[in-house]
């Protein structure tokens, strides 16, 4: 059983930005890819973001945060990041990392670990 641990979520004025932490319980996350989604109250769970697996080579995003958003991930940590730039209000989630997706990366049921979220506020 991986445990995930996500960090860094707060409150921040549209424009600002934060950088989520999530930590993996073991190592063995070097070997799954890994994403980050968002849910909204009253909403679904969303994709946010996806990097492959080793050396994250490779990385997806959703439309809505193309080009704000950024995902990374350092294996010696046993860590993902994600840094968000340019917040809006509608980047107001509670956001989750997640790992090892098998099938479609996009889809959060795709997934088997999921960290407890962490909420991310963003004012006007």
């Known amino acids: 059983q991986v445990l995930l641990v996500e960090s860094g979520g707060g409150s921040v004025q549209a424009g600002g930005s934060l950088r989520l932490s999530c930590a993996a319980s073991e190592h063995k996350i070097w070997t799954y890819p890994m994403g980050w989604f968002r849910q909204a109250a009253g909403k679904e769970r969303e994709f946010v973001a996806v990097?492959?697996?080793?050396?994250?080579?490779?990385?997806f995003y959703a439309a809505s945060v193309q080009g704000r958003f950024t995902i990374s991930r350092d294996s010696a940590k046993e860590t993902v990041y994600l840094l968000m730039n340019g917040l809006k209000t509608e980047d107001t989630a509670v956001y989750y990392c997640a790992a090892d997706p098998d099938g479609n990366w996009e889809r959060a049921e795709d997934y088997a670990y999921w960290g407890q979220g962490t909420q991310v506020t963003v004012s006007s």
């Open positions: 990097i492959s697996a080793n050396s994250g080579t490779t990385t």
